[in-house]
């Protein structure tokens, strides 16, 4: 039986990771021959939980083309933000709750893309539907990814089906949610060490926004302070980043765990769009984007309709 890869996005964030990690056990105890990668380093968030539940990492790769034939998207399906020769192999599955865009292929496939905060609500589900016993350790990194995703059920993008689903989760892992996801946003939230190009890359994700090259980075910070005092620095990283690839517009939003509010810089011509979207004025590239923490549901929709008129 020929092996499938499962993986995530570039510059994978929590569900990424465990959302590849859950659906290969899954398709294992189906009698499947799959392996999870990834397609990036792992933040210190998913670090956390991966050794909270002790589960080894995924390997990394960066092209799929050169192992096998067949591959399984989870947490993303547009192709921008996918393995490098994503277009050389088949894609068999997508289990995602993104927006569908710049996606399509030669076969038929499976393909569910559901409106619910996290990848892994989805994965629990279908885990039930197969009639498959969700394990301490698999129970315990997909509400890892409920929680990342969620930023602890703050977010817009948070359903009732993820909260029950990580209330689940949470009790056949054998942790507090809201204690165990603190702990791990925090972990997190501590990027003191990182470098401007780190900060940018951390989870960051392409975007064609109608005739627009867009990227947008987010970071969670326990205050913004700490990475304001770095602007300088992170405007000429973002400056480079723009040349280098293209882009329109580069967004770095940080985004402010406990209060729940993120600050934004805007580099690239088409950096007055953030403005027309947000009803904001950026004040040397910076705003305050007050009540936002959602980059799928509060970022990329609104950017999109302006970039798009």
Same mark, same amino acid.
């Given at each position: 039986?020929?092996?499938?890869?499962?993986?995530?996005?570039?510059?994978?964030?929590?569900?990424?990771?465990?959302?590849?990690?859950?659906?290969?056990?899954?398709?294992?105890?189906?009698?499947?021959?799959?392996?999870?990668?990834?397609?990036?380093?792992?933040?210190?968030?998913?670090?956390?939980?991966?050794?909270?539940?002790?589960?080894?990492?995924?390997?990394?790769?960066?092209t799929v083309s050169n192992e096998v034939d067949?591959?399984?998207?989870?947490?993303?399906?547009?192709?921008?933000?996918?393995?490098?020769?994503?277009?050389?192999?088949?894609?068999?599955?997508?289990?995602?709750?993104?927006?569908?865009?710049?996606?399509?292929?030669?076969?038929?496939?499976?393909?569910?893309?559901?409106?619910?905060?996290?990848?892994?609500?989805?994965?629990?589900?279908?885990? =039930?539907?197969?009639? *498959?016993?969700?394990?301490?350790?698999?129970?315990? !990194? @997909?509400?890892? &990814?409920? %929680?990342?995703?969620? +930023?602890?059920?703050?977010?817009?993008?948070?359903?009732?089906?993820?909260?029950?689903?990580?209330?689940?989760?949470?009790?056949?892992?054998?942790?507090?949610?809201?204690?165990?996801?603190?702990?791990?946003?925090?972990?997190?939230?501590?990027?003191?060490?990182?470098?401007?190009?780190?900060?940018?890359?951390?989870?960051?994700?392409?975007?064609?926004?109608?005739?627009?090259?867009? =990227?947008?980075?987010? *970071?969670?910070?326990?205050?913004?302070?700490?990475? !304001? @005092?770095?602007? &300088?620095? %992170?405007?000429?990283? +973002?400056?480079?980043?723009?040349?280098?690839?293209?882009?329109?517009?580069?967004?770095?939003?940080?985004?402010?765990?406990?209060?729940?509010?993120?600050?934004?810089?805007?580099?690239?011509?088409?950096?007055?769009?953030?403005?027309?979207?947000?009803?904001?004025?950026?004040?040397?590239?910076?705003?305050?984007?007050?009540?936002?923490?959602?980059?799928?549901?509060?970022?990329?929709?609104?950017?999109?309709?302006?970039?798009?008129?």
């Amino acid at each position: 039986m020929e092996k499938i890869l499962i993986f995530g996005h570039k510059n994978p964030d929590t569900d990424s990771i465990c959302s590849a990690l859950v659906y290969a056990d899954l398709k294992t105890k189906l009698g499947e021959n799959v392996e999870a990668v990834r397609l990036g380093e792992i933040n210190g968030e998913t670090e956390y939980a991966l050794k909270h539940f002790n589960v080894a990492a995924p390997r990394e790769v960066s092209t799929v083309s050169n192992e096998v034939d067949k591959v399984i998207l989870v947490d993303h399906n547009e192709r921008q933000q996918s393995a490098d020769d994503i277009e050389k192999v088949q894609v068999m599955e997508v289990i995602d709750h993104h927006r569908i865009a710049n996606f399509e292929t030669s076969d038929p496939l499976y393909f569910r893309a559901e409106p619910v905060g996290c990848t892994a609500t989805i994965l629990k589900r279908m885990y =039930e539907e197969n009639g *498959v016993e969700i394990e301490k350790d698999i129970a315990g !990194l @997909a509400l890892s &990814a409920i %929680i990342s995703d969620s +930023l602890l059920f703050k977010s817009p993008t948070c359903t009732e089906r993820d909260v029950q689903a990580a209330r689940e989760l949470a009790e056949i892992a054998g942790v507090n949610p809201e204690e165990y996801g603190m702990d791990m946003l925090k972990a997190g939230a501590d990027i003191s060490d990182k470098t401007a190009e780190e900060l940018l890359s951390l989870d960051a994700k392409p975007f064609q926004m109608g005739q627009a090259k867009v =990227e947008i980075a987010q *970071v969670n910070a326990i205050g913004v302070e700490d990475v !304001l @005092a770095r602007k &300088a620095e %992170i405007e000429e990283a +973002l400056e480079r980043a723009v040349e280098d690839r293209g882009l329109d517009l580069f967004l770095f939003v940080v985004t402010d765990i406990l209060t729940n509010d993120s600050t934004a810089i805007a580099h690239g011509r088409a950096a007055k769009s953030v403005e027309q979207a947000f009803n904001v004025s950026l004040d040397q590239n910076q705003c305050v984007l007050k009540g936002v923490v959602s980059r799928k549901k509060q970022i990329v929709p609104t950017l999109t309709e302006a970039l798009s008129k």
